[in-house]
């Protein structure tokens, strides 16, 4: 069997909500077009340029931010450093003027209303996500390249592969058997094992300078969205929440920097309900953020990026004398989790419904939390079994195409069955699972498979139309 490499920085993205294979794909997709566009002919020659959206990009793309996503990728930004305060500007200005700065080098007569097109009845057979770019230049020559968001920003060229980047890594990975084969052989952890692998990418100071920016963002992103009000874009009216469940938990008191929060919230107790209370606070920041076409990180998916945040600021809250080398090693650990799934079933909602985002995201801050805890290896793939057995079938159903209802309180929950999966796993002898970690990434691919694509991220079964948008204000 032929070992897929996957970084951990493949799987955390920095990149803007709401949605990884909804808009960081696209966004990705519009960046590589324009790459290979200036590789064929100059942008100088660009007569005329049509994008067509297919599938679930075309169904719940609006809601997602396709259309906003590749404006902004053919304008040649970037979405890890695209300044969000200037996002509503940028894309007003291209549709009232009715023009593209194309890679911001070339002013292109562009009409999104005409010249992006939403197909909503076509589908391509390889993936849900399809997304086509198709030019004109002034000599009557025509490029096309058609380009699939395959989930947690991961996007493939047509005619590409889906492996990732070819580097030979000392510990070849596919499924949980073969992490537990190189654990025991070694006798090192999930982390250990994973940073040697990253070792075979980069210098080992590299990578834990880019975990901590990782980190970093979700910290900023957190500490954003617990202070931050207001209602939620879009048409639902949802409301943000977290703002107002931060003031409560702290009876009102205010804090400027986000050290100071977070001792606050230390100095409130080890009650069960309060615990509860944050750790949903802290996942309902995250989404409400990633909601707003904030800076989030995908964990594995904008969809699913409270989760890990949230059980990562459970464990340094709550736990005593949590270091940087911790939180590097939760996240190094998480990432593998995610790319066990991702190479044996898959991290696309569109591809296998919530489970492969809340699901997979919950199992990784399982097994994550559980080795950071103490437990051993095959405690810490217990955890992430019983998260994700626990999430098996779930539908993704976005209301009004949004990632906001359901979307937003699947984080809590995914973050509440994340830890007490690690609990379950750090009071149980690994000898008393009865379902292995790959079992039941089998059975989710499965599922997906099985599941009717109307419950696939499309906004066409489920909650999303069996709650009419007129009384679906939050």
Same mark, same amino acid.
């Given at each position: 069997?032929?070992?897929?490499?996957i970084? %951990?920085?493949?799987i955390?993205?920095?990149?803007? =909500?709401?949605?990884s294979?909804?808009?960081?794909?696209?966004?990705?997709?519009?960046?590589?077009f324009?790459?290979?566009?200036e590789?064929?002919?100059s942008?100088?020659?660009?007569?005329?340029?049509? %994008?067509?959206?297919?599938?679930?990009?075309?169904?719940? #793309?609006?809601?997602?931010?396709?259309d906003?996503?590749?404006l $902004?990728?053919?304008?040649?930004?970037?979405?890890?450093?695209?300044?969000v305060?200037?996002l509503q500007?940028?894309i007003?200005?291209?549709?009232?003027?009715?023009?593209?700065?194309?890679?911001?080098?070339?002013?292109?007569?562009?009409?999104?209303?005409v010249?992006?097109q939403? @197909?909503?009845?076509?589908?391509?057979?390889?993936h849900?996500?399809?997304?086509?770019?198709l030019?004109?230049?002034?000599?009557?020559?025509?490029?096309?390249?058609?380009?699939?968001?395959? #989930?947690?920003?991961?996007?493939?060229?047509?005619?590409?592969?889906?492996? #990732?980047?070819?580097?030979?890594?000392?510990?070849?990975?596919n499924?949980?058997?073969?992490? $537990?084969?190189?654990?025991?052989?070694?006798?090192?952890?999930?982390?250990?094992?994973?940073?040697?692998?990253?070792? +075979?990418?980069?210098?080992?100071? +590299?990578?834990?300078?880019?975990?901590?920016?990782?980190?970093?963002?979700?910290?900023?992103?957190?500490?954003?969205?617990?202070?931050?009000?207001?209602?939620?874009p =879009?048409?639902?009216?949802?409301?943000?929440?977290?703002?107002?469940?931060?003031?409560?938990?702290?009876?009102? *008191?205010?804090?400027?920097?986000?050290?100071?929060?977070?001792?606050?919230?230390?100095?409130?107790?080890?009650?069960?309900?309060?615990?509860?209370?944050?750790?949903?606070?802290?996942?309902?920041a995250v989404?409400?953020?990633?909601?707003?076409?904030?800076?989030?990180?995908?964990?594995?998916?904008? =969809?699913?990026?409270g989760?890990?945040?949230?059980?990562?600021?459970?464990?340094?809250?709550?736990?005593?004398?949590?270091?940087?080398d911790?939180?590097?090693?939760? $996240? $190094?650990?998480?990432?593998?989790?995610?790319?066990?799934?991702?190479?044996?079933?898959?991290?696309?909602?569109?591809?296998?419904?919530?489970?492969?985002e809340?699901?997979?995201s919950?199992?990784?801050?399982?097994?994550?939390?559980?080795?950071? @805890?103490?437990?051993?290896?095959?405690?810490?793939?217990?955890?992430?079994?019983?998260?994700?057995e626990?999430?098996?079938?779930?539908?993704?159903?976005?209301i009004?195409?949004?990632?906001?209802?359901?979307c937003?309180?699947?984080?809590?929950?995914?973050?509440?069955?994340?830890?007490?999966?690690s609990?379950?796993?750090?009071?149980?002898?690994?000898?008393?699972? *009865?379902?292995?970690?790959?079992?039941?990434?089998?059975?989710?691919w499965?599922?997906?498979?099985?599941?009717?694509s109307?419950y696939?991220?499309?906004?066409?079964?489920g909650?999303?139309?069996?709650?009419?948008?007129?009384l679906?204000?939050?």
């Amino acid at each position: 069997m032929a070992h897929e490499a996957i970084s %951990v920085f493949d799987i955390f993205k920095i990149g803007i =909500g709401p949605s990884s294979s909804h808009t960081l794909g696209p966004w990705r997709a519009a960046q590589r077009f324009l790459q290979s566009l200036e590789q064929q002919t100059s942008l100088e020659d660009v007569k005329e340029l049509k %994008v067509l959206l297919y599938g679930s990009l075309a169904k719940t #793309g609006k809601g997602h931010g396709t259309d906003v996503a590749v404006l $902004l990728g053919l304008s040649g930004y970037d979405p890890v450093t695209f300044a969000v305060e200037s996002l509503q500007q940028k894309i007003a200005d291209i549709s009232d003027n009715k023009q593209l700065h194309l890679g911001g080098k070339r002013t292109l007569a562009f009409d999104p209303s005409v010249d992006l097109q939403f @197909l909503m009845t076509e589908s391509l057979p390889f993936h849900p996500n399809a997304l086509s770019f198709l030019v004109t230049t002034n000599k009557g020559e025509q490029f096309a390249e058609t380009y699939y968001s395959i #989930g947690g920003g991961f996007v493939v060229k047509e005619g590409e592969t889906q492996s #990732g980047v070819q580097v030979s890594i000392p510990f070849p990975i596919n499924t949980a058997e073969d992490l $537990l084969h190189w654990c025991r052989k070694t006798g090192l952890l999930i982390n250990e094992v994973v940073l040697e692998n990253e070792n +075979a990418w980069r210098p080992e100071q +590299a990578t834990r300078e880019g975990v901590l920016k990782i980190w970093e963002v979700m910290k900023e992103c957190t500490y954003r969205g617990c202070h931050t009000s207001g209602i939620l874009p =879009g048409g639902l009216n949802v409301k943000r929440r977290a703002v107002d469940l931060n003031k409560r938990l702290l009876k009102n *008191k205010t804090y400027s920097t986000y050290t100071e929060w977070l001792e606050a919230i230390r100095s409130g107790g080890q009650h069960f309900q309060y615990i509860l209370d944050w750790v949903s606070c802290f996942a309902l920041a995250v989404n409400e953020e990633n909601a707003s076409f904030s800076r989030v990180v995908t964990a594995p998916t904008n =969809g699913a990026a409270g989760v890990i945040p949230a059980v990562l600021h459970y464990y340094m809250v709550f736990f005593p004398d949590v270091t940087e080398d911790k939180i590097i090693q939760f $996240l $190094l650990t998480a990432s593998e989790v995610g790319s066990i799934f991702k190479k044996g079933a898959t991290i696309s909602a569109a591809m296998g419904g919530c489970q492969a985002e809340i699901g997979v995201s919950s199992a990784m801050a399982a097994a994550a939390l559980t080795e950071a @805890l103490g437990g051993s290896q095959r405690q810490a793939l217990m955890a992430a079994e019983i998260a994700m057995e626990h999430h098996l079938g779930m539908t993704c159903d976005p209301i009004g195409g949004l990632v906001q209802v359901p979307c937003i309180e699947r984080n809590t929950m995914g973050a509440i069955k994340a830890i007490t999966a690690s609990q379950l796993a750090l009071q149980s002898t690994p000898d008393f699972a *009865k379902v292995s970690l790959d079992v039941v990434v089998e059975t989710m691919w499965e599922t997906a498979q099985d599941m009717n694509s109307k419950y696939k991220e499309t906004a066409e079964g489920g909650l999303a139309i069996n709650i009419p948008l007129s009384l679906s204000e939050c």
